[in-house]
Every structure is written in structure tokens, then in C-alpha cells.
């Protein structure tokens, strides 16, 4: 069964920590996305990567970085975090269009 | 780019009634449009998906349809069960584009 894995379902962090949610992918997929989702504002895109060390922005990637060192792996990286950021965060990957996401990380920042 | 509204945002039916969200896109390219459900503690999981050459599309009790006219397109869901209870997405790309994906659709099936 193909899978989008990520490595916390529950995060607590203090303000100012660096944080990284890692998500990792079994299907060989080119294409991966991190997206945010809040309370009526729907699924909400940071960051996505079309290849290994490549990024592109999405439409909320401030306060966000990435990295994609392996083909496998997509990290999001809250470089300072802020209470604003607490937020359910979910990764997709895809070949095509049909994405597989994880089942989420749901991030609280105190 | 693509803009996708769904509507409503929240609906509430009873067990065995039928359920239908609309969507409606911008980009009158879209070529291919999905619908994910997502389950309480879960992420979305794709459900069904409709491609532009094709009007409607059915998999048991859940349905969609597509209208490139009017640029809009529908889940409908029939004979509705409690564990039909969840947020769905729609979602618009076009030639294996990103998917925009529209705001969501709580869905709450009494019993």
C-alpha cells in the first residue's frame, strides 16, 4: 500500500524554536507539497517541489522554508515559530494529479 | 490562476437523504477534476475524479458531474450513511497541473 508518511501527528512547540516536520514518500514520486489547513480556510499551499533540490513557493511560504535532499523526502522547516503558525500541516505527493497525502501533523506553538 | 469555490461550507443531512456540494473554477482550461474526503485525525483521500471529455461519472452511491459551460462541477452522494461524516475538497488542474483546491465541505450525516 503506497504511503505518505509523516513523522509526528502531534507537535508542541515553544515561540522562536526552529521546527521541522519531515515527511517521507514510498512511491517514488516526483512532485511533493506541504499545504497548511485551518478552520474555514481550506487547504492552503507553503511550499511544493517538482524534483530533488528544487522548491518553489506557494501562496503562503512566509515564515517557511523546505529542503528536499532525497527524491523520498520533503522537510518543512518553521525557521522561527510563532503562535500563528499553529495549524494542522499536511504533505501530499504525486506523479500526476492524484495526490496521496499523510495523515497530518497537527502543530501547536505556545 | 485557478480559483475554485465550493459550496456550502458546512451541510447537515439526515441518514438515507441525498448530499450535494458544488464547486465552481475560473480557468476554463481545467482538464481534470478530483474530490478527496477527509476523515476525522486523517488527510484527504481521494474519492472519485472526473476528466473534461466525460459529463458525469458514478461509483456506487457517490456521483459527479460536469458542466464546462457553466464551469462548474458536483459531488453528489445518495442514500447517505453516518460514516459519510467528513470535510471533502474539491479540486481543478489543468494538464497535470497543481491542484487548486476549493475551501471544503463539512458534511455531517445524522442518524
Known amino acids: 500500500d503506497v504511503k505518505v508518511t509523516q513523522s509526528s501527528r502531534y507537535l508542541v512547540k515553544r515561540t522562536g524554536e526552529k521546527v521541522f516536520l519531515e515527511c517521507v514518500q514510498d512511491m517514488d514520486h516526483e512532485n511533493m507539497f506541504w499545504y497548511r489547513q485551518d478552520p474555514g480556510l481550506g487547504l492552503r499551499l507553503i511550499y511544493f517541489?517538482?524534483?530533488?533540490?528544487?522548491?518553489e513557493k506557494g501562496d503562503i511560504p512566509e515564515g517557511y522554508s523546505v529542503s528536499r535532499e532525497k527524491k523520498e523526502r520533503f522537510s518543512l522547516i518553521l525557521e522561527s515559530a510563532s503562535t500563528n503558525q499553529t495549524s494542522m500541516y499536511l504533505c501530499?505527493?504525486?506523479?500526476?494529479?492524484?495526490?496521496?497525502f499523510g495523515s497530518g501533523t497537527r502543530l501547536t506553538v505556545v | 490562476g485557478e480559483n475554485v469555490e465550493q459550496h456550502p461550507s458546512t451541510l447537515s443531512v439526515q441518514e438515507g437523504d441525498s448530499a450535494v456540494i458544488k464547486c465552481t473554477y475560473s480557468?476554463?482550461?481545467?482538464?481534470?477534476f478530483p474530490w478527496y474526503k477527509q476523515e476525522l485525525g486523517k488527510g484527504p483521500q481521494l474519492i472519485i475524479d472526473?476528466?473534461?471529455?466525460?459529463g458525469e461519472k458514478k461509483d456506487q452511491r457517490i456521483a459527479v458531474t460536469l458542466n464546462k459551460t457553466a464551469k462548474h462541477f458536483s459531488l453528489h452522494i445518495t442514500e447517505t450513511q453516518p460514516e459519510d461524516s467528513a470535510v471533502y475538497f474539491c479540486?481543478?488542474?489543468?494538464?497535470?497541473?497543481?491542484?487548486?483546491f476549493g475551501g471544503g465541505t463539512r458534511l455531517m450525516v445524522k442518524p
Open positions: 472526473i476528466r473534461s471529455n466525460v
Open positions: 479540486a481543478a488542474s489543468y494538464a497535470g497541473n497543481m491542484l487548486t
Open positions: 480557468d476554463s482550461a481545467s482538464n481534470y
Open positions: 501530499a505527493s504525486t506523479a500526476r494529479v492524484d495526490y496521496t
Open positions: 517541489s517538482y524534483d530533488v533540490k528544487m522548491k
